[in-house]
């Protein structure tokens, strides 16, 4: 057994201005908020969305479809689980009508500094066949923003430094570096 360590960085935002931020999103494409029936659609979304990705090395629970089911029961079962952040992003097929999960996020708020709340981003992840066309940017605004509303101050988010999309999406909408840490992992050597 051999150690890897994977640097990451974590990110803070300020939520002034976000609040009542408004979404809109590509045709055929919508969000659909929180409710525990969907707790396995989100599981299932995010295995699509970090199988094969770096950070499906990091915390390999990501990488299948038992672990990121355990990883939603987890999160939903916290007692700063934010379900008014936590959405998925639903496609529905021109035509056909058919629909398809295809983006999940999550946020956990806890009291930090001063007392004021800080809203954590929890595996933001789209499904590859729908990437690059702002859905990610899209689906994080509606977490910020209805985290914003709700009077939390600032977001948090933890980011693996190899993971340059996600990285320079975060940094576009605002996130900036207040930490950096090395995370861990176990690899067997063959
Ligand atoms: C990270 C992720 C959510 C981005 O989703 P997306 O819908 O493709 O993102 P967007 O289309 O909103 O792109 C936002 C920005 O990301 C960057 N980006 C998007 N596609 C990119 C690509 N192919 N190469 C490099 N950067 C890219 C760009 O900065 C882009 O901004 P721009 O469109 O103004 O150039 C998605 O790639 C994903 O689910 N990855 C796997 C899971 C993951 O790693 N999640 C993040 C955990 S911290």
Known sequence: ???????????????????????????????VPWHESLLEAHADVKCRSFAGEVDSQVFPCLGDAGGCLRLMREISNKPGFYPEATWLLMHRMPYVGRIDYCGTVQAIVTRERFGLSI????????????????????????ALSAMANSRVRRASLEVTTQNSRALELYQAIGFRRTKTVYKAVEVAYT
């Open 119 to 142: 809203g954590g981003i929890q595996n933001l992840g789209i499904t590859p066949e729908h990437r690059g066309r702002g859905l990610g940017t899209r689906l994080l605004f509606q």
């Open 1 to 31: 057994m051999g150690v890897t360590y994977y640097k990451r960085f974590r990110m803070e935002l300020s939520l002034r201005g976000f609040a009542r931020a408004c979404v809109e999103l590509p045709e055929g494409y919508e969000l």
